[in-house]
């Protein structure tokens, strides 16, 4: 201890300090408020996101990726009875084939997931898995009946212990076309809690009988020359007409009432495109599409330019394509954990089955969920 009358060096130190004026406050609390504000700069990307270059609106809210996502493309040679469903029964039906027309989007996406820098090669490591099948191509040739198509899917499903582990949840399947998921004819069945997509891509060759046939290259010019572009309902409830809109520069008229369109988490609608009732098509439609100025219908095709960005099938490195929309919607679909009414686990994490088989010894074929 120090002795009685002197100060220690910390007292002293203390003791010697100027005091703490209202000017040391106001400096204080600046240099906090500067910190803080310089912290939330630096915590945004430094990259601005997809597309804001195409959209002086800036309404693109991209997150942030805080991790990759891990997407397992399973081998056609993987699955007992996947390969009929990329290449057909006899396994004649080539990719270069199914690449072409309006069902190409089920190639186009699985080259470019394999080449995707989301891939793996692990399944442990994998956040989803993606089942590639070229049905309504092979449908298309005469390579799978429908009944062939259904025997095969429930096949195809019985051979995956992970799609058992999470009843579905986390695989993929694409179903282009008006015919979506129905080309499985039980997919609500078994395929109820996966993931579908049901993109379009290219439209199909336009030849009409007769001197006035229109072919292809044609009807595009006769499109270019329009304010406005109906898209009714097809098969289903969407039509690629709606995407050609965008890239013949006119404004989409949907007639489609129960019509979903993709990626609404990031488009406005209102923005590029009209959508009129079914029931009221007659010339009340013609009448109020006379109604609508110039300016606004050049504006709203303007807006579309931006936009169309997101219906081109190009590399999910590329900042505004259909992939890097899939992408981004794929992440907001993934999850940390999967279970499924037949899924259960024990204190030491051990996924098991109804028997308590744990994952890893699942024997094929599983039972279906």
């Known amino acids: 201890m120090p002795a009685a009358g002197t100060s220690s060096p910390a007292r002293r130190a203390t003791m010697h300090q100027p005091p703490c004026t209202r000017a040391h406050q106001a400096a204080a609390l600046l240099l906090v408020a500067a910190t ?3 912290t939330r700069l630096l915590d945004r990307p430094l990259s601005p996101p997809p597309c804001a270059a195409a959209a002086p609106y800036n309404t693109w809210p991209w997150p942030h990726r805080h991790r990759d996502l891990r997407i397992y493309v ?4 993987e699955v007992d009875g996947l390969r009929a469903l990329l290449r057909g029964r006899n396994g004649d039906v080539a990719a270069a084939t199914c690449l072409k027309g309006q069902w190409g989007t089920q190639v186009k996406i699985h080259q470019l997931l394999l080449s995707s820098r989301f891939r793996t090669l692990h399944k442990d490591e994998a956040d989803l898995f993606f089942v590639p099948t070229y049905v309504k191509c092979v449908r298309m040739a005469g390579a799978l009946n429908d009944k062939e198509i259904n025997q095969t899917y429930v096949k195809v499903l019985s051979q995956m212990p992970y799609f058992r582990r999470s009843g579905g949840r986390d695989h993929i399947f694409v179903f282009p076309s008006g015919a979506g998921a129905h080309l499985f004819r039980s997919w609500a069945t078994f395929m109820n809690r996966s993931i579908i997509l049901t993109p379009e891509l290219e439209s199909p060759e336009l030849k009409f009988s007769g001197p006035d046939k229109l072919g292809r290259i044609d009807y595009f010019k006769h499109l270019r020359n329009a304010k406005f572009c109906l898209a009714p309902r097809g098969e289903s409830s969407w039509t690629l007409r709606f995407y050609e809109s ?10 489609s009432d129960e019509v979903e ?15 009129w009732p079914a029931s009221k098509i007659g010339p009340q439609l013609l009448e109020y599409l006379e109604s609508i100025p110039d300016e606004r219908v ?3 095709i303007g807006r579309g330019r931006e936009i169309r960005c997101l219906w081109v099938y190009a590399p999910d490195t590329k900042p505004c394509s259909a992939m890097s929309a899939i992408m981004w919607e794929l992440e907001r679909k993934m999850r940390r954990f999967h279970q499924s009414a037949e899924t259960f686990w ?9 028997d308590l088989v744990e994952f890893h010894q699942w024997r094929t074929p599983v039972p279906l969920p």
């Open 298 to 300: 050049e504006e709203m």
């Open 74 to 77: 399973y081998a056609e040679d």
């Open 346 to 354: 024990l204190h030491n994490r051990s996924i098991m089955n109804r």
């Open 246 to 255: 965008f890239f013949v520069e006119c404004v989409p008229v949907i007639l």
């Open 36 to 38: 803080f504000f310089l």
């Open 261 to 275: 369109l993709p990626f609404q988490n990031v488009i406005d609608y209102t923005e590029v495109s009209i959508k």
